[in-house]
């Protein structure tokens, strides 16, 4: 398998723009989460989905952060608009079903706001 | 709510020597779940170790083990024989074992240098 994939992996976008991540997590895998990473805060939770279905969306920041889960194989984190406090590395991760399983995480993409 | 802190931001050690990170972590539960996760230049983070909270024995992968004291809320991770590709941050991480809750808490990090 060739694990989580990000995309994009650098992200420039000037304030008020929107900006869309994207995620494929591991196929087979019930559980996605994204993360935050910042020099600040360090890595936090923004939101985690099982079966496609939102569960824990109490790190999502504000309402100008959105994410969705259509299918099994593909996630987007969305920000509109977007602001110069949202620069960080966002990662994506997967894993299977149970707190013992690995939680694997993609390469991350990294956004800057201008 | 549960929280992990990591008491040093910074690390060195000399090839092929040994050196131990520190992690603490405060929680009211009684089983868990605990992480190292190595996030090298590349950003990609890598699972480096796994301990289950009831078990007493300490996890080890090849040159990387832990010392696990759970009445002390500790979690220490040692690295032997260090090797220049071990240069990273390393990130120490909890996870609840039951609640519902999935996601991983991680701590501050802790930025190792491997001196050659």
């Known amino acids: 398998d060739a694990g989580v994939i990000q995309s994009p992996r650098h992200e420039v976008t000037e304030m008020g723009q929107e900006v869309t991540l994207r995620c494929k997590p591991i196929?087979?895998?019930?559980?996605l989460f994204w993360y935050r990473q910042t020099m600040m805060r360090g890595l936090e939770l923004l939101i985690y989905?099982?079966?496609?279905?939102?569960?824990?969306d109490s790190g999502m920041p504000e309402d100008r952060f959105s994410a969705k889960m259509p299918n099994a194989s593909f996630s987007t984190l969305k920000i509109q608009p977007s602001e110069p406090r949202d620069s960080a590395v966002y990662f994506c991760?997967?894993?299977?079903?149970?707190?013992?399983?690995?939680?694997?995480f993609g390469a991350g993409t990294r956004l800057s706001v201008l | 709510a549960q929280t992990v802190t990591q008491s040093q931001p910074e690390m060195s050690v000399q090839e092929a020597e040994t050196v131990t990170l520190s992690c603490t972590y405060d929680t009211s539960e009684s089983d868990y779940y605990l992480f190292w996760y190595k996030q090298p230049p590349s950003r990609q983070m890598i699972l480096v170790i796994r301990?289950?909270?009831?078990?007493?024995q300490n996890a080890t992968e090849n040159r990387f083990s832990v010392n696990f004291q759970k009445a002390a809320k500790s979690f220490s991770l040692k690295i032997s024989d260090s090797q220049l590709g071990d240069a990273a941050m390393y990130f120490c991480a909890y996870r609840r074992s039951q609640g519902g809750s999935e996601k991983l808490v991680f701590g501050k990090g802790t930025k190792l240098t491997v001196n050659p």
């Open positions: 989905f099982n079966n496609n279905v939102p569960i824990d």
């Open positions: 991760a997967s894993s299977l079903k149970g707190p013992r399983d690995i939680q694997y």
């Open positions: 196929s087979g895998h019930d559980y």
């Open positions: 301990q289950e909270a009831y078990k007493q």
